[in-house]
């Protein structure tokens, strides 16, 4: 796989769980904006939402993972950079 998983998604969303897939139902049904919320699998490595928003700017919009993990103050510069990337959401997992 192109993106890294930090659990491996069920064998069947992995070939139709795809950002491409996303695309073309939201096109087919006339919806004017989504919001792509960052995968579990990936933990903080954004990369495939953000492939998806960039791919779609004007239909998608992406919702980070906050890494609870980071010092204050490189967690906020990595907010930061999320939204100036295209992020519009942040999601907080304990």
Known sequence: ???QWVVNPPPEL?????Y??????LESAGVSGALVVQPANHKYDHS???DAISKCPELLRGMCLANPTLPV????AELERLAEQGFVAVRFNP
Do not use: K
């Open 48 to 50: 495939y939402v953000l």
């Open 1 to 3: 796989a192109p993106y």
């Open 20 to 25: 491409e897939t996303l695309i073309r139902s």
């Open 14 to 18: 992995q070939s139709t769980g795809t």
């Open 73 to 76: 103050p490189e967690a906020v």
